[in-house]
């Protein structure tokens, strides 16, 4: 079993910066891929970052010079820097990890409110 679990949303006004963390634990020996997607109400889910094990990320066009992802990979997390943040970019946010060791599979965490008022 994967467990995944987020942490760090909350309140924050337009112009704010939050930190998001996701850690994964259980049965894990290699992650390929970690991510953050947000899913806002009555629209889809959407990818807003993602990063290879080898470091290399993409962004979403719309959180492009404000967010920056990174992560740990002796820690199996996962962090999303959100800098100037803007109120359409009030969301839950989900964290998203692929393991591909001892075998394949993506796991969801339960995902964190970001809220931006404006």
């Known amino acids: 079993q994967v467990q995944v679990v987020e942490s760090g949303g909350g309140l924050v006004q337009a112009g704010g910066s939050l930190r998001l963390s996701c850690a994964a634990s259980g049965s894990i020996l290699s992650i390929n891929s970690m991510g953050w997607y947000r899913q806002a109400p009555g629209k889809q889910r959407e990818l807003v970052a993602a990063?290879?094990?080898?470091?290399?990320?993409n962004y979403a066009d719309s959180v492009k010079g404000r967010f920056g992802i990174s992560r740990d990979n002796a820690k199996n997390t996962v962090y999303l820097q959100m800098n100037s943040l803007k109120p359409e970019d009030t969301a839950v946010y989900y964290c998203k990890v692929v393991v591909t060791r001892p075998r394949i599979g993506a796991y969801w965490g339960q995902g964190t409110q970001v809220t931006v008022s404006s």
């Open positions: 990063i290879t094990s080898g470091g290399s990320a």
